[in-house]
């Protein structure tokens, strides 16, 4: 399996509850607790898996804004993998989740060095790298309903802007958006290869108007009334 | 759904679910109440969830459910009730703890005292409060009309725009038909009621191929992903769907067969301009609205079946007076060039190309891909169809639209749109969602006077159709506090909450004793004016009494408003709690279902708190309530759960509408049944009601639904609901203010002059307020504000996780518009009103109207308020816009103080807000202004999820030890590259 | 980058210690420069504490030390872990090289075959050890600035640089230092060679990060207000100008003044001692550059529109 999530672009109205519930879920999680520092203090700061920024596209008039949620992107050749030299940080081969084992992590942050998307921050006070689990302690929970064995992030999306699935399958519901809305890799030049893909917005149908303009603006003294039965 | 079933390899257990229990309630961390699951392990929250069976959420949640584990962790909440200390001063904070018992005697004295003499000298006002029916009946009963709750500053515009315009509206009371609708259009939304049934709406419009069209002045939250964007100019949204409309009829676009059977658009209205009756309904001698029969060649009832009247005609009346129809005038005024998508271009800064394109879109989806719904229905005078004709244009409007001084008019002008294209309670179009429609308006009358301890004869808020329904002495000066109702606003059906602290300073109408509030912040940012505000609540008299002699504060949490309180009254948490959301309040009705809900504890207080809904009914107790109270003078309920169950409104109508009955088997209407909370519980916390299909639409003239409404109680009639497009009830107020109406009229030019021009009753565009009176040119900039999705109507933006995301506020101005002022990004500026100014930190956009400037709203918090530390940057660098926002307009001179309001309803004109903005010195840095850093309560303490690590506070929340998922040694020794 | 003092100080002062124990042994095994036994010994034991403070210096960073002992476990895929390796690896074989010449000094011993075999495993493995430290930065795709072989390079004639100039401070003759003067040239064109590299634009750019390749992009909010562990690591910046002051004293500190001391410095120890403290300098300021002026591909999400 090669597990991931889609980010549908053209719906995320970019309202944090993902990153949130990524949050909630995983401060009780199999990486937890989460740390956050001065937490009612100055420069409210802590670990978080999953962040929202919104960037604008071109210049006013001709802007679209754009939320943007960004966690660990489970690289097919995942590079903080690669160089983590303890062995904490490792890709499982059955379903290519990316994880780091809390016990082997010395925090030397290489790992975070070698992310472009910024998917790993070190907590402070356990002095290991965290990171997005895909909520493996959710996904293979055997006594949660079916629909339930799903990152949190994605089942909480009220815009439904998060599917998780196999990208192994063809025919999941992943591969499937992928193909038809066009799904794209952020930084492919690096060629990390994230599996997580990104739905470009849609472009909207034209709504045709010629049929409802009139050659002659009419005036209210041309109007006919129509015999219309109340 | 992945198949994650089986894996690969045993993984660990990684919680011990026996430890944890599952319990649904409803969510409070916004108004939008969303059921959702709780998972408990120790009285700590696990995690908490939307409730996949949910009417509202459907199982999804927002981030501010999803912080719900660090409300209840705030290190905010009050634990104990305080009493401003012997000798200390109002404002600084200076409390003794005090017991429960203690608590509710020096309170029930002052209100017994106050309720034997003259019971308005108590005014009691709620905030984020959802509990209006639980609160209205307690101050009905106590004997005050000083009652209202925070909708005059929050969205009555948008209430009253469509309660008197087609009986239902935006914000609760409808929503598109988001299954059927094709072309979407929102106005003014940033983040607002509610949140994510909206959120999951536009989804499906998108994935269904529909288009979402955006009218905000701001592209951020919704407008990021709609197709397209109209960047609007702030304050003047009329121009735009009026000039819409003027495209519409230039092209004969409009609904004919809808306007005719379901609106007043055929009503002959009589045209004597400058004399008695001019602008009024033409009636028969019973009173029936009359119209032009085309084929009768006749004036007939116009509310009789099967005539044919004329949409548009001009004529005489029997007695020669001169009439034509509502929709003869709709029209004429409409096609002036006045509305001519070029001059609306002047106004709006839409272009007028697009103006026209996109009237004409919206026409080509309600009339070119017209849907139907192959149900059979009734209609209401009994003849059947065999299906529901639906035009899938739906729109969506809040508070962009309402907190302008011209929103009424404004929110009646989108109503048209929606009424022209025939797109209401249509398949497709904007659906009424249970206990609406109603009738136009709803059949409730403002309570007038007040006798002790005598409860009020009928609500202290309601609908006034004439001036005769108004709240005012003989010489017409206002009754209520607020003075709503009053010539100053006579239809201000949610009260003026913004207005009553400055008015009891001021003794004007009258002084009065107590002032009691609920979750309402008004001495930040739930009030105008903030800083004189603050002063207002402490000051004293020449005699050194204060000049609101005394002051409640009920909440749960130390705002800062808590500062300024006599007695403090600590609430629950919303997880602490019982609570209902009734049917007889703001429900959580769907399109198709009535629905409603409860709140139970899911968790038990871990200190000496009570939630308000308890203390009031206490308070009923003890002073003696007539409907709580027993003829034998024992009390009627025991606690808050027994007044739920046992408390009918009417016969069989009580709070929760729910397994009525003795046996539970009853809904909607049935007798009490003694165990009715738990079958609430035992169905997660919500009671849904489907309506059959033949009652999904056209529900103002549906037969069965209009019989069933009166059934349980939500209509007082089965009379079919007339949509008003011609508001007869705006021109008998204008009449009043020409001098030509039997019955009150004002006595004050201002008031005359605010009546003449402002109750049109037809909508038109106006310039708002605030800037006919200052000078544009010195005040460039429209200055708006909204709440982000992650903090919208939430209680706390101190919350632990919320205030990572944003903990300080900037003002964003247009990227261009900036570079021209030579405003670099970043920097610190000045920003002025009339009434002061700020100094701020700017942020340069794109997605922004160039004369518009906006900023997150209530980040900026007072020094050491909600348990942050003093130095926390909602203090230090945040801000709040309301200092720039008076309650009052400037003054004219020689002129009354008149309200910064909705001339109409009141409604706190927040929008209007013009400024001029210029760059701060060097040096000039952190917000201005700055306030005193509130004390820490007494035994204030910090949450037992915070530690300290090398220097540094640390939050670190666990409901258990984690459990690794650890990778074998052999695992690391041997895998290759990936 | 965030230029963390504890990473800057292992890097050049173990790489000053790889450069000398390198030097040392070839110079020592081919008789160049004339070094002694006793200078060998010299070297050989400076080199081993450089290199010993540095390593433990680079322990100080680690937020959980306790693990460090697992460092040496990813060697086929980690360049940490292979620079660990290498590093652990090398001590046996220095130790061993230098016991020889203790011995040959004390006259007991000539340098065998046993002798000579771990002289070069000791000198190979210093020069695959700080190889090693640079392909750390230099595999890094995330970070265009180190995404080189210059950077290996670099690490490598700057450890020999220093190491040549600590040889001719321990032994100054004619031979080590023209070496030492060759290096530094070396070393400095090396660097120069880096610098203008870096400045071709290339990689990749906020577009790219983000998929919209069409249009200006721009950020609106990074969705935090503070700065994150994120910000932290990686949001360091130089400006223009001090980034060119700073270049500046690399190259006069670093090259130019040790250069111009070694040249006069033929009769007068003081000079030669002045320029290894120099060079030592410019080469910590070098460092520090390395660091600050490498723009991690994630800024690109907080707003910066390339690296």
């Not at chain 2, 009830?729 to 039997?742: E, H, S």
């Not at chain 2, 009753?761 to 200055?783: D, G, V």
Request: glycine content about 8%.
């Amino acid at each position: 399996m090669k597990l991931g999530l889609v980010i549908d672009l053209d719906v995320c109205v970019g309202c944090h509850a993902c990153a949130v519930a990524c949050k909630q879920w995983n401060t009780s999680g199999t990486t937890g607790a989460l740390s956050d520092y001065e937490p009612y203090g100055k420069q409210p700061s802590g670990v978080w898996f999953n962040r929202v920024r919104n960037f604008e596209v071109g210049d006013y008039p001709n802007n679209k804004t754009i939320n943007f949620p960004m966690s660990c992107m489970h690289c097919e050749d995942a590079a903080c993998v690669t160089v983590c030299p303890t062995g904490a940080s490792y890709k499982r081969e059955e379903d290519g989740v990316v994880l780091v084992d809390q016990d082997k992590c010395m925090g030397c942050n290489y790992c975070s060095w070698a992310c472009p998307y910024g998917a790993r921050e070190l907590d402070k006070v356990s002095g290991t790298m965290k990171k997005c689990t895909l909520c493996i302690d959710r996904i293979y929970d055997q006594e949660l309903a079916p629909e339930d064995r799903q990152p949190s992030c994605v089942i909480t999306c009220p815009a439904h802007a998060r599917h998780f699935g196999d990208f192994e399958d063809p025919n999941s519901n992943v591969s499937t958006l992928v193909r038809e809305r066009g799904g794209r890799a952020l930084m492919p030049e690096l060629g990390y290869n994230p599996t997580n893909k990104y739905l470009p917005p849609r472009v909207a149908r034209p709504v045709p108007t010629d049929d409802v303009k009139m050659d002659l603006v009419s005036k209210v003294k041309n109007w006919v009334n129509k015999a219309i039965s109340k | 759904m992945a198949k994650t079933s089986q894996a690969a390899k045993p993984l660990p257990k990684f919680e011990d679910h026996s430890k944890q229990e599952t319990k649904y309630t409803t969510c409070y961390m916004c108004a939008c109440r969303c059921g959702i699951k709780v998972t408990i392990e120790d009285n700590k929250v696990r995690f908490i969830q939307g409730n996949r069976d949910h009417p509202i959420n459907q199982g999804v949640l927002c981030a501010k459910g999803n912080a719900g584990i660090m409300k209840q962790q705030s290190p905010a909440k009050l634990r104990k009730p305080l009493l401003r200390k012997q000798n200390a001063e109002r404002g600084k904070a200076e409390f003794e703890e005090i017991s429960w018992d203690k608590a509710l005697d020096i309170l029930t004295e002052r209100l017994q005292n106050i309720r034997d003499t003259d019971p308005k000298k108590l005014a009691y006002f709620t905030g984020r409060d959802q509990m209006q029916a639980l609160t209205g009946l307690w101050a009905s009963q106590f004997g005050t009309i000083n009652w209202a709750a925070h909708g005059g500053f929050c969205s009555v515009n948008m209430a009253a725009g469509g309660l008197y315009t087609m009986g239902h509206a935006f914000w609760e009371f409808g929503d598109p038909d988001w299954d059927r609708t094709k072309y979407f259009m929102m106005w003014g939304v940033a983040e607002d009621h509610s949140s994510n049934p909206i959120k999951i709406g536009i989804e499906k419009l998108k994935r269904n191929g529909g288009k979402f069209v955006a009218v905000n002045p701001v592209r951020t939250g919704y407008q990021a992903v709609a197709d397209e964007w109209v960047g609007i100019r702030p304050g003047t949204d009329a121009m735009l769907a009026l000039s819409m409309i003027h495209v519409l009829l230039q092209n004969e676009q409009f609904d004919w067969e809808f306007l005719i059977r379901y609106t007043n658009a055929p009503y002959l209205v009589v045209n004597t301009p400058g004399q008695k009756g001019d602008g009024l309904i033409l009636r028969d001698e019973d009173g029936k609205p009359l119209a032009w029969d085309l084929e009768k060649e006749d004036f007939v009832d116009a509310t009789q079946v099967d005539i044919k009247p004329a949409l548009f005609w001009e004529g005489q009346a029997a007695d020669g007076r001169p009439v034509r129809t509502s929709m003869s005038i709709l029209a004429e005024k409409y096609l002036d060039s006045e509305y001519s998508p070029e001059n609306a271009e002047k106004v709006c800064g839409v272009p007028a190309e697009q103006i026209e394109r996109l009237a004409l879109e919206m026409a080509h989806v309600a009339f070119k891909e017209t849907i139907t719904v192959d149900v059979e229905w009734t209609d209401w005078a009994g003849r059947k169809h065999d299906k529901f004709i639906g035009r899938p244009v739906s729109m969506h409007a809040m508070r962009g639209i309402s907190a302008h001084s011209n929103g009424f008019q404004t929110c009646r002008a989108l109503h048209f749109l929606q009424i022209l294209l025939g797109t209401v309670d249509v398949p497709g179009g904007h659906l009424a969602k249970a206990p609406y429609p109603k009738h136009i308006p709803p059949g409730i009358k403002p309570a007038k006077d007040c006798a002790p301890n005598t409860p009020l004869s009928s609500p202290p808020l309601g609908f006034p159709t004439c001036p005769e329904d108004l709240v005012i002495n003989e010489d017409g000066s206002p009754k209520r506090i607020d003075k709503a109702y009053s010539w100053d606003a006579p239809v201000s059906s949610h009260g003026m909450m913004h207005m009553v602290i400055t008015n009891a300073w001021k003794g004007d109408p009258y002084p009065i004793d107590t002032l009691m509030m609920f979750m309402a912040n008004m001495s930040w940012n739930s009030t105008m004016n903030t800083a004189e505000v603050m002063k207002m609540l402490a000051d004293k008299d020449e005699n050194g009494e204060y000049k609101i002699p005394f002051l409640v504060i009920a909440d749960a949490f130390h705002s800062e408003i808590v500062n300024y309180a006599d007695l403090v009254l600590p609430d629950t948490t919303y997880l602490e709690r019982f609570d209902t959301v009734s049917m007889l309040d703001r429900p959580i009705s769907e399109p198709h279902a009535a629905c409603d809900s409860i709140r139970h504890a899911v968790l038990t207080p871990d200190r000496d708190v009570r939630s308000w809904q308890e203390v009031q009914v206490e308070l009923a107790k003890r002073l003696k309530f007539p409907a709580f109270t027993k003829e034998d003078g024992t009390p009627k309920f025991q606690d808050y759960k027994d007044f739920i169950v046992n408390f009918e409104k009417a016969p069989g109508i009580g709070f929760l509408a729910g397994w009525r009955g003795k046996d539970g088997k009853s809904h909607l209407r049935g007798e009490p049944n003694p165990n009715q909370w738990e079958a609430y519980i035992e169905n997660g916390a919500f009671f849904k009601y489907d309506l059959p299909e033949n009652m999904h639409f056209y529900r103002f003239a549906n037969k069965d639904y209009l019989e069933m409404a009166k059934e349980v109680g939500w209509n007082g009639s089965t009379d079919q609901i007339v949509i008003e497009l011609y508001s007869e009830t705006m021109q008998r107020f204008r009449l009043a203010g020409q001098g030509l109406y039997d019955g009150p009229m004002p006595t004050k030019e201002e008031h005359k002059e605010r009546l003449k021009t402002y109750f049109d009753p037809l909508p038109f565009h106006y310039t708002p307020l605030e800037e006919q009176r200052i000078n544009s040119e010195e005040y460039p900039f429209h200055a708006v504000n909204q709440r982000p999705m992650y903090m919208y109507h939430s209680w706390d933006s101190q919350n632990a996780w919320l205030r990572q995301i944003t903990a300080q506020n900037y003002l964003f101005m247009n990227r261009q518009k900036g570079e021209e002022m030579g405003i670099e990004d970043k920097s610190w500026v000045w920003v002025e009103s009339h009434n002061g100014r700020i100094r701020v930190q700017v942020k340069l956009m794109e997605g922004v109207e160039p004369n518009t400037v906006w900023t997150w709203n209530a980040i900026g918090k007072q020094s050491g308020a909600w348990g942050l530390k003093p130095d926390a940057d909602e203090s230090q660098k945040g801000f709040l816009m309301n200092h720039l926002i008076s309650e009052l307009l400037p003054a004219k001179n020689g002129e009354m103080e008149i309200t910064n309001s909705d001339p109409i309803t009141g409604q706190a004109a927040w929008y209007d807000l013009k400024v001029k903005i210029y760059p701060a010195h060097e040096g000039e840095e952190g917000s201005f202004p700055e306030f005193e850093t509130i004390k820490p309560l007494p035994n204030a303490t910090k949450p037992d999820h915070v530690q300290e690590h090398k220097g540094q506070e640390v939050g670190r929340y666990q409901s258990h030890d984690a459990v690794n998922l650890k990778r074998p040694l052999g695992d690391i020794l041997t895998r290759g590259k990936k | 980058m965030h230029p963390a003092f504890s990473v800057i100080f292992f890097t050049v002062t173990s790489g000053l210690g790889y450069g000398l124990m390198t030097l040392m042994v070839i110079a020592y095994l081919t008789g160049f420069g004339g070094v002694t036994e006793q200078s060998a010994l010299i070297a050989g034991v400076a080199a081993l504490v450089f290199i010993t403070l540095g390593l433990l210096s680079s322990t100080l960073h680690l937020a959980n030390p306790k693990n460090a002992i697992r460092a040496f476990s990813r060697f086929r895929t980690s360049w940490l872990s292979r620079e660990g390796v290498f590093a652990v690896l090398f001590y046996p074989f220095a130790l061993m090289f230098l016991f020889c010449i203790w011995k040959i000094s004390t006259g007991e011993h000539e340098m065998g075959m046993g002798g000579i075999v771990a002289g070069i495993i000791a000198a190979i493995l210093a020069m695959v050890t700080i190889f090693s430290t640079g392909m750390i930065y230099a595999c890094l795709k995330t970070i265009r600035q180190w995404n080189t072989a210059l950077t290996p390079a670099n690490y490598m004639t700057l450890g020999l640089m220093l190491g040549a100039l600590f040889l001719a401070a321990i032994q100054a003759t004619a031979e080590t230092l023209t070496l030492a003067m060759a290096l530094i040239a070396f070393a400095g064109v090396m660097k120069l060679m880096y610098y203008a590299w870096i400045a071709e634009p290339a990689g990749s750019t906020i577009n790219s990060a983000t998929g919209f390749t069409n249009d200006k992009v721009r950020i609106l909010e990074p969705g935090h207000t503070a700065d994150t562990f994120l910000n932290h690591e990686f949001g360091h910046t130089v400006l223009p100008s001090k980034s060119f002051m700073l270049r500046s004293l690399v190259f006069i500190l670093g090259f130019i003044i040790p250069f111009i001391l070694v040249m006069m410095g033929k009769e007068n120890m003081i000079l030669i001692y002045a320029a290894v403290i120099s060079a030592y300098a410019g080469i910590l300021v070098e460092r520090w550059l390395f660091f600050a002026e490498a723009r991690h591909v994630v800024n690109l999400y907080h707003g910066a529109q390339r690296t």
